[in-house]
């Protein structure tokens, strides 16, 4: 099977956590887009989507669901969202598609983040995929000798502006074994805006799809 379809089949998957008249958080990605097709074909009363990115308003709306305003909803019920990597207890590597920050707020803004993904995905320790983090352009060296000294190899993502104006570096060789700590550290450093590590606020629920079928994670 391929990864595509293991990525349809978990995004079909998450349609049993919506319910009608909720508001969704959508993030970014050809997972998320799988998600919006099922979405649109369900046929669900749903009473807006917040999104993550420009990407996934323009899918939205060319399916007719109304984009919302993140300042005008209140929390959010459901964000439902992929990522490049996870581990067993649900954190996160994410900004592969540089939707980062906007996609780090709605799931801080969210009760319930449901994630969707395929089985390449899950992994026993964080940082096999760069860690991405965006930063202020004229930040990038300052932020990149900082992560040196925290054990990485930052690459600048050359011709990669993210929908906020801001610029990623992808940090290759790290083994995240305390994710928590080093979002934190990586959060003190002056011109990031967002690392993609989602520790503190991990996913709720995981859904990986396989060979098999789907399986539900919870942390
Ligand atoms: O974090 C993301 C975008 O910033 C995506 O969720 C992540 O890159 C996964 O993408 P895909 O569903 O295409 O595999």
Do not use: W
């Given at each position: ?29 050809s ?29 939205l709306k ?32 994410k ?6 920050t ?5 799931a ?87 690392v ?24």
């Amino acid at each position: 099977m391929t990864a595509d379809r293991k990525k349809q089949q978990a995004a079909q998957a998450a349609l049993a956590h919506v319910r009608e008249d909720q508001i969704i958080g959508i993030g970014t990605g050809s997972t998320v887009n799988h998600f919006i097709e099922a979405l649109a074909a369900q046929k669900l009363r749903i009473r807006g989507a917040v999104s993550s990115s420009e990407a996934t308003t323009a899918r939205l709306k060319t399916h007719g669901i109304e984009v919302l305003d993140l300042n005008s909803t209140g929390e959010l019920d459901i964000y439902v969202d992929g990522a490049d990597e996870s581990d067993r207890q649900l954190r996160l590597i994410k900004g592969g598609g540089a939707a980062l920050t906007r996609e780090k707020i709605i799931a801080a803004a969210s009760h319930r983040f449901v994630c969707i993904v395929d089985d390449s995905k899950l992994v026993e320790v964080l940082g096999r995929f760069p860690l991405p983090v965006e930063v202020i352009p004229m930040a990038r060296a300052h932020v990149a000798r900082a992560l040196r000294r925290l054990g990485g190899h930052p690459v600048y993502r050359e011709s990669t502006l993210t929908d906020n104006g801001n610029q990623i570096l992808d940090v290759h060789g790290l083994s995240i074994l305390d994710p928590i700590s080093l979002e934190q550290a990586i959060n003190q450093i002056v011109g990031v805006v967002t690392v993609g590590l989602f520790a503190s606020r991990p996913a709720d629920v995981l859904i990986v799809g396989g060979e098999t079928g789907v399986v539900s994670m919870t942390a």
